[in-house]
């Protein structure tokens, strides 16, 4: 028996023994390696230690406990002199070293060690200064701001939209300007925390072995009268009972997908409602009221609300082609994803257009057309000599405009509609572009939704080269500026972080946005713009990414991302693609993407979800399997990651988030915020970490997780008079509610799939209801579904 536990002492040193020496020789080689590059010399000095600590342990020796001590302490040091007290960028730091040095302190190893008593108290010591340095860091978030918004109210300056019932939500952002505001209030910040599920429904909408990867449930459904409007993925639309979630009416537009489809989506409907003034007596008898339904094939429906039946006076028997004089006619190529604007007389759609496919494909082109018959009015063709010359039949509109696929907005006072544009594909080089391609590109676009004549135009990315688009509705908001004045403004989310805030009649910026110089260099045959425009109301990154900044799981990982960092070029934000490959940061996916922001108009505030993670551009010159031009029948990749074509221009390139080889962001959390922004002094006020890895993780959790780490998200807030903000988007699967005034969470309620959609609320025979669709997003990684959740008050017994 001795004999037995003698050799089971043996093996146990000499299994620590291999693990520190095993990770020694890792840190040692790989710091080498890393310093070579001109990184951190911390790990081959950790690696040396650490075979130090393995030799001590194969000779049994005491000194072991002592080494490993100190290694703890140093490396708690170094890292807090790198990031500072943020609990998870030390994390990944000394994780491993914690855990081990536990192991260390068990008397079945520390017994075995000789002179082991001495020594055991310096190991502890060092363990319980490093816990209380994480204790410390885990309840002080350097990230985190915390302050108050305002909570004074102000009148109304102005009757520019329709007026809408307290209880509707009959456009996409509530109204068309945007704001994702309601002014109900039963549901509080008191009471908020008492919500339970209400009624669920489930559209029978899943995955389809046609889909491409990049099939999103992203839409927020409007609600009519006692009706709630919503589309599904592959755009079926479905007319719900609002107070029970009980189907009314469907319709199928029989889309056929492809996994050449660089999308399948619909982010939400256009409701009109017509009257006697606006219609003749026949539209009137046909379809008073209508539904419109973008489908990413490119077609247009309008559909009876009253029964889903289409509207046989509105273009081809409820249909209208979307595909007329487009220069490139292939399904999935010209993609409407997202609700148009309605006037009382025009219906204003853009669309999306596969990125970085070609040179040759459809026209962003943005079209008016008679809201009842669904004649054409008029065309912006972004990329033209004259935008509004409309072609003759047997001609085509532009290829590669630069196209609008995100929501717009519409101020019904000014009569005019501002599109947030995109830039003319391929994205990520630029070199053959004319100047009619440049000169609306990611810009906020101001057409008179009547005529469709240009306004004004503000071009937030000069020479486009990341896809630093505008993604996202623009919110139209009054102001009150420091002199007393009200000021009709535009706030303009862009990718970069930047919030641009401009005068809605003019285009004139209301916050500074001064142009700054920016990193130089582009790649053969391309040029770059020396200057880009800064807001000063912005989260964008207030300092460069430098290998402290890098993150992983534990420090092997973490290691690994800090070799790759030093072997990308970066120079800051709009350093230019490269083929030795550059770190984009802000990321394509944007800090902001097509979730906007939300405005409480009745106090000048804003909330935001701003996220933080980079990219990887890595060009890949032409040459022997990388033709210039596309082979026969070529079609889209359906992914807006992974290798792109960019057929007709010297490369392709190879987009992907910076993530470690064990599918981690390289980039320390947080990578998603939830933020509070005074529109009076335009201030951050308050800003907090949303989300944790619960439904990230390599296996499943079924208990929540507290880690809240800051997570990617898709999707965007909405604000009440209650005081509350209600927000799903983020990875993993849960809906919130947060405190307007100072970010408190207040409730959350487990989703049974992905949120990647932005929430409504409306009310129903004096009831509350919160809303969102719950149907994940492929690309992104969370759990698909098909679900429809309500949630309000219980009755009161």
């Known amino acids: 028996m001795m004999e037995s536990k003698k050799q089971q002492s043996r093996a146990t040193l000499l299994l620590s023994a291999l693990f520190a020496l095993l990770t020694g020789l890792y840190l040692l080689v790989g710091g080498i390696w890393l310093a070579a590059v001109g990184g951190s010399w911390y790990y081959p000095i950790a690696g040396v230690v650490m075979l130090m600590v ?49 192991w260390l302190l068990l008397p079945f190893v520390w017994r075995r060690l000789t002179p082991s008593r001495p020594a055991v108290p310096s190991l502890l010591v060092s363990l319980l200064i490093s816990a209380a340095m994480l204790i410390w860091a885990g309840f002080n978030d350097p990230q985190e701001i915390n302050g108050t918004l305002p909570t004074d109210t102000v009148a109304p300056a102005r009757d520019a939209a329709p007026q809408v019932a307290d209880g509707d939500w009959p456009a996409y952002g509530r109204t068309q300007e945007g704001q994702r505001y309601s002014p109900l209030r039963q549901i509080n910040a008191d009471n908020v925390h008492k919500l339970k599920e209400a009624w669920v429904f489930r559209t029978g909408d899943l995955r389809l072995p046609s889909d491409p990867g990049e099939i999103t449930n ?37 889309l056929k997908t ?25 539209v009137l008898a046909d379809c008073p009221r209508r539904i419109l339904l973008p489908v990413n094939d490119g077609r247009l429906f309008a559909l009876n609300a009253d029964n889903g039946k289409p509207c046989e006076t509105f273009a081809n028997k409820g249909v209208l082609n979307l595909q007329t004089n487009m220069p490139v006619t292939t399904p999935g190529m010209y993609e409407p994803t997202s609700p148009p604007v309605v006037t009382g007389t025009t219906i204003v759609i853009a669309g999306a257009v596969t990125d970085n496919f070609s040179t040759r494909e459809p026209s962003g082109v943005i079209r008016g057309f008679d809201v009842n018959s669904g004649k054409l009015l008029w065309i912006f063709d972004p990329g033209a000599k004259d935008p509004n010359a409309i072609p003759a039949d047997e001609h085509h509109f532009t290829p590669n405009s630069p196209n609008s696929w995100a929501p717009a907005a519409y101020d019904a006072k000014l009569d005019l509609v501002y599109l947030p544009m995109g830039v003319s594909t ?21 057409l008179n939704a009547t005529t469709g004549k240009l306004a004004w135009s503000w071009q937030t990315v000069h020479h486009d080269l990341w896809d630093m688009d505008l993604p996202s509705q623009p919110t139209l908001a009054d102001i009150t500026d420091k002199d007393g004045n009200t000021v009709p403004v535009i706030y303009a989310p862009a990718k970069t972080g930047n919030l641009f805030v401009l005068d809605r009649r003019n285009g004139q910026p209301v916050v500074p946005a001064p142009e700054r110089p920016v990193p130089q260099g582009a790649a053969k045959g391309d ?9 000063a109301l912005s989260f964008r990154p207030q300092k460069k990414l430098t290998g402290a900044d890098m993150w992983g799981a534990t420090m092997y990982d973490q290691l690994v991302c800090r070799i790759i960092f030093q072997g990308l070029r970066y120079e800051g934000t709009f350093t230019p693609p490269s083929e030795q490959g550059t770190l984009v940061f802000p990321g394509n996916l944007g800090m902001f993407e097509w979730g906007g922001i939300s405005v409480a108009p009745n106090r000048q505030i804003a909330i935001a979800n701003p996220m933080a993670l980079p990219f990887v551009s890595k060009l890949i010159p032409r040459g022997p399997g990388n033709p210039m031009q596309p082979p026969k029948d070529a079609k ?40 509070g922004i005074d529109l009076k002094r335009h201030q951050i006020v308050w800003k907090k970490r949303i989300g944790t890895p619960r439904d990230s993780m390599p296996f499943p959790v079924p208990f929540p997780v507290p880690f809240n780490m800051g997570m990617p998200m898709l999707g965007g807030p909405i604000t009440t008079a209650g005081n509350v903000l209600f927000i799903g988007a983020t990875a993993d699967n849960y809906i919130r509610a947060y405190n307007i005034t100072n970010g408190e969470k207040l409730w959350q309620a487990r989703l049974p799939a992905g949120g990647q959609a932005t929430p409504m609320t409306y009310e129903a025979n004096g009831k509350q209801y919160v809303v969102i669709a719950a149907g994940g997003h492929g690309s992104f990684g969370t759990k698909m579904g098909d679900y429809i959740v309500a949630y309000a008050l219980p009755d009161e017994k």
Request: net charge negative.
């Open 54 to 102: 393995a030799g001590q342990l194969y000779r049994k020796r005491a000194a072991a406990l002592w080494l490993y001590a100190a290694l703890l302490l140093c490396t708690m040091l170094w890292g807090i002199a790198e990031v500072g007290f943020d609990f998870w960028a030390l994390a990944p730091r000394c994780d491993v070293l914690v855990l081990f040095g536990i």
């Open 426 to 446: 391929p994205d990520i080089w630029g070199g053959h572009r004319t100047p009619e391609q440049e000169r609306y590109a990611s810009s906020v676009l101001a």
């Open 527 to 535: 040029w770059l713009s020396p200057t880009q425009p800064f807001s």
């Open 636 to 675: 889209g990749s359906g992914a807006e990651t992974g290798i792109q074509p960019q057929y007709g221009v010297p490369y392709g390139v190879k987009l992907n988030p910076f993530l470690s080889p064990f599918g981690l962001p390289c980039k320390q959390p947080a990578w998603g915020y939830i933020s």
């Open 218 to 254: 992203e839409v927020t459904p409007i609600k009519v009268g006692d009706t709630l409007y919503l589309c599904t993925a592959h755009q079926r639309l479905f007319a719900l009972d609002a107070a029970s979630g009980k189907e009314k009416w469907h319709f199928d537009p029989a």
């Open 258 to 282: 492809d996994p050449s489809f660089q999308h399948v989506t619909c982010r939400g409907v256009s409701y009109h409602e017509a009257n006697a003034q606006n219609a003749a007596p026949e």
